[in-house]
């Protein structure tokens, strides 16, 4: 691999994924039930963020609540310390609607991408095994 090519490596993001997804991820796991902060913590590595730093995510969940997308409220538990449940408000539902809207966009283009990509694969890959 050339040093052009591991430079430019180095540059891009780790997954591709766009910026402020882990808003669009806290939305939908909202949006399919109110969730406490731990809960959605243990929840979003299946929606492709392994590593989400909790500082970062309630960090997120509070700010979007400042932008009236989320509201919450503390939830008593005789099994231990209150714990703040959070649910979309109206507006978050309508920003849900527009993650989901541009994500599908995005995923027809890539998918257009990928499909041509896979094309040249084959070519090139028995190209030079000649």
């Known amino acids: 691999m050339g040093q052009q090519m591991k430079a430019r490596r180095a540059e891009e993001p780790l997954a591709g994924l766009p910026r402020n997804y882990l808003r ?26 392994p590593h ?4 970062g995510l309630y960090h997120a969940l509070r700010a979007m609540e400042q932008e009236g997308m989320v509201l919450s409220w503390w939830e008593h538990s005789s099994a231990g310390p209150p714990r703040r449940t959070y649910r979309l408000s109206n507006e978050g539902v309508e920003w849900l609607h527009a993650w989901a809207g541009a994500l599908r966009e995005s995923h027809r283009y890539l998918s ?15 190209e030079a095994g000649r």
């Open 24 to 49: 669009a991820c806290l939305l939908l796991l909202i949006g399919e039930q109110p969730a406490h902060g731990y809960d959605l913590l243990e929840q979003i590595p299946r929606l492709g963020m």
């Open 52 to 55: 989400v730093d909790p500082g």
């Open 112 to 126: 257009a991408y990928l499909g041509r990509y896979d094309q040249i694969g084959e070519r090139t890959s028995s």
